[in-house]
C-alpha cells in the first residue's frame, strides 16, 4: 500500500508504531500536571474556621480583611464563617463584640502590638 492519502508523519494503518488514536492520548490521571492547579482550593481547618469567626465577630473585621491571612478568598471564607457561627450558637457560645471595631490589617496590628503581641509577617498578596 502506498502513502496516497495519509498525512505528512503518520504511518499507514497496521505498519510498525502505528496506535490507535485512543491510545496516544493522555488520561487525566497519567498527566503530571492534574491536580497541581485544579478543583478545589484547600479547606479551612477548624482552628482557621474560629479564628476567622472570632476576627469576624469580635472585632467586626471585614471578611475581605480576613481572607488573605488564611489564603482564601471572601467567597470561600463567608459559609465558613456562617457555618461556625451557628454552630457556636447551638452549643450556647456567644462571642461578645469588642468596644472599637478593626477595619484594617493595620488596625488588628496595631492592637496585637499595642497587647505586647509580635506582629508576624503576613503575605497578603498571594492567594
Not at 22 to 34: I, K, L, Y
Not at 72 to 98: F, K, M
Request: hydrophobic share 40%; net charge positive; aromatic share 4%.
Amino acid at each position: 500500500m502506498g502513502l496516497v492519502g495519509h498525512r505528512v508523519g503518520s504511518s499507514p494503518r497496521g505498519s510498525a508504531g502505528s496506535r490507535p488514536p485512543s491510545a496516544t492520548r493522555r488520561r487525566p490521571a497519567e498527566d503530571p500536571a492534574v491536580g497541581l492547579y485544579t478543583g478545589r482550593r484547600p479547606g479551612l481547618t477548624l482552628v482557621d474556621r474560629l479564628l476567622a469567626t472570632i476576627l469576624y465577630q469580635r472585632f467586626k473585621l471585614p471578611q475581605v480583611v480576613i481572607a488573605p491571612l488564611f489564603t482564601v478568598t471572601p467567597v470561600t471564607l463567608n459559609p465558613a464563617i456562617s457555618q461556625t457561627r451557628r454552630l457556636l450558637h447551638d452549643i450556647g457560645h456567644a462571642i461578645e463584640p469588642a468596644e472599637t471595631p478593626l477595619a484594617t490589617l493595620d488596625d488588628l496590628i496595631d492592637l496585637a502590638t499595642h497587647l505586647g503581641i509580635p506582629a508576624p509577617e503576613i503575605k497578603t498578596a498571594s492567594y
